[in-house]
């Protein structure tokens, strides 16, 4: 009887989380800082996304805000214009086409981003105007900051596949691809120098 207790205790209890932090450091060439950088981290034991949001790029001051977003398949991205001036947003990025025509000052759109990958947005009124949406199949994905680094919490310990993206990265399909062995506790950092080509326009944080 108190062999049965137990084995009902332990099949109870939760299981131990076995998971440690992954930091990401992302220099161009000469060393700067590479600001808007998408880390995504796929461990052996994956994982599925997890949809929460709410996801918005808002356009004002004939810019998009933020210039970079993560957001997982399936995903909902709010569009509201706080510009003066209407706004003709679109994408033509294979798997997440889409198109707003043209709407005004305090009204909002939506596109749901379907499928995994990069989706350049632009204005057709507008040509400065851009902005990126990576769509990620993962739920381990972070942005770099203006320090360039990003921390990637609680991924599964074991050996993982790395990939590092930006809209600018010279390589194919601007990201390049690494691996990391995530500790079962603790934290393990790793530094990747990039090549980045200069924007074809001017925008802020990259």
Request: charged share 15%; aromatic share 8%; with cysteine.
């Amino acid at each position: 009887m108190r062999m049965a207790l137990a084995l009902a205790v332990l099949t109870l209890a939760p299981a131990t989380a076995w998971a440690g932090d992954f930091t990401m450091t992302v220099r161009n060439k000469a060393g700067v800082p590479v600001q808007n950088a998408v880390v995504m981290v796929y461990p052996t034991a994956g994982a599925a996304p997890r949809i929460t949001g709410p996801y918005v790029i808002t356009q004002k001051d004939i810019t998009f805000d933020p210039f970079v977003m993560i957001v997982p398949v399936g995903a909902e991205v709010k569009f509201p214009n706080k510009d003066k001036v209407r706004h003709h947003v679109y994408s033509f990025s294979a798997g997440n086409r889409f198109e707003i025509k043209l709407y005004g000052k305090d009204e909002t759109r939506s596109v749901v981003f379907k499928a995994p990958g990069a989706a350049a947005i632009g204005c057709n009124i507008h040509d400065r105007m851009a902005a990126y949406v990576r769509v990620v199949d993962t739920p381990f994905a972070v942005k770099t900051g203006a320090d360039g680094i990003a921390i990637v919490r609680g991924v599964p310990g074991g050996s993982a596949a790395v990939r590092v993206w930006h809209p600018y990265l010279r390589a194919p399909k601007n990201e390049v691809a690494a691996t990391v062995v995530i500790p079962a506790q603790g934290a393990v950092g790793q530094a990747q120098s990039v090549e980045i080509r200069a924007p074809a326009n001017t925008h802020q944080g990259h």
